[in-house]
């Protein structure tokens, strides 16, 4: 697994043979490694298999790696991704996810701020802290006073993380 995770992050088209052929392994962190070496290295070949995994992996990991693929491919999965924040199990792979995607998925994060769950209210929070600029300010600014306090102090470690940040540019919707 370490070998074809290492892989996965170089992301180097020479590997996506590798990756296709693990895409259905039992192992689910082979099956996790090979969906992110895919997405990240841009190859839509298997974009059928990755849809299918997304909504019926058994592991929960993997269908969030292959959400995260298709991300990466251009579909719109942010949704998808943002729902297993609600999981103290999935959040830091979900986050590193959306790190990775960076400023340009911003924007979209913004309504998750009005989540029915403290959860991913607060983790959706904390990812605007690092990946926001100053138009994501106004939306995090109401959390502050968020019914629940890891919420509100979420929101608020966020807004001074970006005023402190130098600007980062706008990302276009």
Known sequence: WSALDVLARLADPSSVPVFKSRLADKDPFLRRAAAEGLGRAGDASELAALEIGAGNDTS??????MAFALQKLGRNYIPRL???????????QIAGYLLELGPPVAPTLVSHLQDPSPAIRGNVATILGAIGNEASLASLQPLTSDKDRDVAQAAARAIERIKASPPKPRSIP
């Open 60 to 65: 929960q990991m993997v269908r969030a790696a």
């Open 82 to 92: 943002v729902e297993s924040l609600d999981s103290d199990k999935m959040a830091a």
